[in-house]
């Protein structure tokens, strides 16, 4: 129900642009996520959005690089990543808030329908 598409391998500097398309649910009524896990660390957050798109969060990491944002209309939230560094090649998943649709939650843990993932890799 969650799709994530978009990784690649780029090189330090360059950019991609993720996407997740939700089917299957009422989008709108959801906040959503990204979360990325690189070997052998655990799965960490990377940003969020509400269900209206007027609250987002961002870890500290990626302040002013990455973007999300989201079209209700298409079911799609996108993750905007510019200036990549090799520090964050992972597998980035997108995931659905049910609980705290209202807000940008950071936790995983209150995440709980995911996607499959999409792997990013920067190369130096």
């Known amino acids: 129900q969650l799709q994530a598409s978009g990784g690649g391998s780029v090189q330090a500097g360059g950019s991609l642009r993720l996407s997740c398309a939700v089917s299957?649910?009422?989008?709108?009524?959801?906040?959503l996520g990204w979360f990325c896990q690189a070997p052998g660390k655990e799965r960490e957050f990377v940003a969020a959005?509400?269900?209206?798109?007027?609250?987002?969060s961002y870890a500290d990491s990626v302040k002013g690089r990455f973007a999300i944002s989201r079209a209700n209309a298409r079911n799609t939230v996108t993750l905007q990543m510019n200036s990549l560094e090799p520090e964050d090649t992972a597998v980035y998943y997108c995931?659905?808030?049910?609980?705290?649709?209202?807000?940008?939650?950071?936790?995983?843990?209150?995440?709980?329908?995911w996607g499959q993932g999409t792997l990013v890799t920067v190369s130096s």
């Open positions: 995931a659905l808030n049910r609980v705290y649709w209202y807000s940008a939650d950071i936790r995983p843990a209150t995440y709980d329908v």
């Open positions: 299957g649910r009422t989008f709108s009524n959801y906040a």
């Open positions: 959005i509400s269900w209206s798109g007027g609250s987002t």
